[in-house]
Every structure is written in structure tokens, then in C-alpha cells.
């Protein structure tokens, strides 16, 4: 199975800080990439596909790139209603395995 | 697009449940649907997959040969049978609705989540 690794598993920011989370695939996975976000006692939600590409209804202030083996999520401008665990997702060969998470916390 | 789990609880090692995911707000049989879990408080585990027509299953390597998943499209829902239960089993399970009709599809994305059913294995 393909391996996915995030750093770091949590961080803590202010409101308008800029936050960028990464996650490594322990083998090349192009740009088959998937972010999601998923806030307490909710479902997780998908926020980018395909290492870049927003979602329809997502904040233009998440941004996304990478390819290969590594990849990042940027939050440019952390609203209060971003405070959530982010997880990445392989879907270059089954199964489409996950990251850890990262936990984002608000000052 | 709705997605609403039942038959989670509380059942002793060895014995076992059957989950159930009503889908609603889309055009189910279009889609291959999946099973994810996660441990409260933890990550997330992809645990099953089935393509539209049922024709294309796949299972994690931790839960092959214990469980199996089903659906009908007539009544728009996907199935989990969970046999041989362990403790490491103790999940939330979410239902997972899939962009594709393919669960293995390259570049494939989980679209729509359900909130999930709490399973708990426990003597």
C-alpha cells in the first residue's frame, strides 16, 4: 500500500495567519491527490481533487500544489471556521489510502 | 445528496452486525459507493468499495474475508455485513459516496460523506 504522511500532525494560528500543512506519498503518485477537511462531529467534507483543484463552494483562501511525492495545503488568511483536521488522500492505486491528519487549532 | 447510516452498536467479540447507508439526492446506481472507518479520535480507513453495478468489490487487506459489502439501487442503499468482529474493529463508519462509477477509479474522489454509525466491540 502507498504510504501518506503529513506534517506536522497539529499546529496552532492566528486568524489571517498563513498555514501550510504538507504531506509526502512514499512513492510517486503524479498529482492523484485529494484533500478533505473535517470539522468536530461533522463528515469529512473534500476541499481538492487532483492536487490543485478546488472544489465548487470551497474559499479561494485554500490553495493546493504538489506533485510526485510531495504536496502541501495552504490556508492564506485562517478564519475562525477553518478549525479542523486535514487529511490528504492517495487515489493513484487502491487502496486509497489517507494521511494521518492535521489537526488545525486557533489561538 | 444524503447519506444516513444505521446499525452500529454495541456487540462482543466474534459476533456480528450488519450496517446499513440509505442514499438519497443523487442518482445512486450512477455511482460506486465505499465504507470508511475511523477510530474516535483518529484517522480515517478506507474498509470497502463497490462499483454501480455491484460487478467490481474490494475490501482492506485488515477486514477481507470478515466483511462484506452489497447494495441495492432499486432501494438506494449500500450494505455492510460485519461477521467475526474484533475489538480492533471499534469504529465510526462512514458511508462514502464516490465521483466515479468505479471505486478504484485513478484520481477518484469521496464526494459525500455520511456522519457515520458507531460500532463498538466489547466484551
Known amino acids: 500500500d502507498i504510504q501518506m504522511t503529513q506534517s506536522p500532525s497539529s499546529l496552532s494560528a492566528s486568524v489571517g495567519d498563513r498555514v501550510t500543512i504538507s504531506c509526502r506519498a512514499s512513492?510517486?503518485?503524479?498529482?492523484?491527490l485529494n484533500w478533505y477537511q473535517q470539522k468536530p462531529g461533522k463528515a469529512p467534507k473534500v476541499l481538492i481533487s487532483?492536487?490543485?483543484r478546488l472544489q465548487s463552494g470551497v474559499p479561494s483562501r485554500f490553495s493546493a500544489s504538489g506533485s510526485g511525492t510531495e504536496f502541501t495545503l495552504t490556508i492564506t488568511g485562517l478564519q475562525p471556521e477553518d478549525s479542523a483536521t486535514f487529511y490528504c488522500q492517495q487515489s493513484y492505486r487502491p487502496p486509497r489510502t489517507f494521511g494521518q491528519g492535521t489537526k488545525v487549532e486557533i489561538k | 445528496v444524503q447519506l444516513v447510516e444505521s446499525g452500529g452498536g454495541l456487540v462482543q467479540p466474534g459476533r456480528s452486525l450488519r450496517l446499513s447507508c440509505a442514499a438519497s439526492g443523487f442518482t445512486f446506481e450512477d455511482y460506486a459507493m465505499h465504507w470508511v472507518r475511523q477510530i474516535p479520535g483518529k484517522g480515517l480507513e478506507w474498509v470497502s468499495g463497490i462499483n454501480w453495478n455491484s460487478g467490481s468489490i474490494d475490501y482492506a487487506d485488515s477486514v477481507k474475508g470478515r466483511f462484506t459489502i452489497s447494495r441495492d439501487n432499486d432501494k438506494k442503499s449500500l450494505y455492510l455485513q460485519l461477521d467475526s468482529l474484533r475489538v480492533e474493529d471499534t469504529a465510526l463508519y462512514h458511508c462514502?459516496?464516490?465521483?466515479?462509477?468505479?471505486?478504484?477509479?485513478?484520481?477518484?474522489?469521496?464526494?459525500?460523506w455520511g456522519l457515520g454509525t458507531l460500532v463498538t466491540v466489547s466484551s
Open positions: 462514502v459516496k464516490d465521483a466515479s462509477l468505479n471505486p478504484n477509479s485513478r484520481g477518484g474522489v469521496f464526494d459525500y
Open positions: 512513492q510517486n503518485i503524479i498529482n492523484y
Open positions: 487532483a492536487a490543485s
